[in-house]
């Protein structure tokens, strides 16, 4: 397993941006170079520790979906070698964690699918039989899976402030609203998909986040990652049962530390015992494998 990567310093590029967890470099007017880093970030905020081989695991996960789904809709990948771009001593830096992309315009929202019951989603339904205002079906359980994946899009924060849920109208309102029909029926058919070839692999993907960019000529690009553990809320099928949580293959389980030792969700976050970073990666390798072979 290669060494954390908590920040990347290149120098043969312009740092344009870090996120919670990838950095953006600028290659020309065309295109950027991303690095995802083995940063993991909680409750919207970026932890203090490091989860090695992270960024390569993200990034390996996200192609091998990018490539999979690419028939439904157009993605960023330009094919171009990170290595190819940045001087000899920052070569590592970038292998197996870095792509090159195309440079679009990102949307407004982040497009949120959800398949199953559970999360943020069942506290709303307890308190009102509905999901981000849509209305659903009495007696319910938690982690049911849905009548049918609903697309229930949020605002994109900044580093440390919350994404907010917002109705599909207001989304049109933040774009257009044949551009939100187009990004929600997209949305669904990916998420459909791809939870149908994972649970062929033993894994059911319970929601899901895609973000989406436009070209110059308008046309509609899947961006950012794809099905990630980062974000998708992935559990093993064969511990699937409604009326409870079921454990997952994401950062559920360091959420679960977090709550467990008291955090106010505020920043600076604790550090992470050895042994629970040690978990979080094994979960995260442990999708990748299932879902790659």
């Not at 990102?106 to 205002?133: D, F, H, M, N, Q």
């Not at 907010?164 to 949305?187: G, H």
Request: proline content about 8%; glycine content about 6%; some cysteine.
């Amino acid at each position: 397993m290669s060494q954390a990567l908590f920040n990347s310093s290149l120098h043969s590029l312009p740092l344009l941006n870090r996120g919670k967890v990838r950095d953006i470099y600028e290659v020309d007017a065309d295109r950027l170079l991303i690095v995802t880093t083995d940063r993991l970030s909680a409750f919207d905020v970026v932890l203090p520790s490091p989860i090695p081989g992270k960024g390569e695991v993200l990034t390996r996960i996200s192609d091998f979906w990018f490539a999979k789904l690419g028939h439904i809709v157009p993605n960023q990948l330009t094919g171009i070698a990170p290595e190819s771009l940045v001087g000899a001593d920052e070569k590592e830096q970038v292998a197996g964690r870095a792509i090159v992309v195309k440079k679009l315009k990102p949307l407004p929202i982040e497009a949120i699918v959800r398949g199953y019951l559970v999360g943020s989603g069942w506290k709303e339904y307890k308190a009102s039989s509905s999901v981000c205002g849509i209305p659903l079906p009495a007696g319910l359980r938690e982690a049911d899976r849905l009548p049918e994946p609903l697309f229930t899009p949020s605002t994109k924060a900044e580093v440390g402030a919350h994404d907010e849920n917002i109705s599909f109208d207001q989304a049109a309102q933040l774009m257009t609203p044949e551009l939100a029909a187009q990004v929600r029926d997209v949305a669904i058919r990916l998420y459909k998909e791809a939870a149908e070839y994972a649970l062929t692999k033993g894994i059911i993907i319970a929601d899901t986040k895609f973000e989406f960019g436009l070209d110059d000529a308008g046309t509609l690009h899947l961006i950012d990652e794809a099905l990630t553990p980062d974000s998708s809320r992935f559990w093993p099928a064969d511990q699937y049962a409604p009326g409870s949580n079921p454990p997952s293959f994401d950062k559920q389980y360091v959420r679960d530390w977090l709550e467990s030792v008291g955090w106010n969700k505020k920043p600076p976050a604790p550090e992470l015992p050895a042994e629970v970073a040690a978990k979080t990666g094994e979960k995260y390798r442990e999708a990748l494998n299932r879902l790659t072979g």
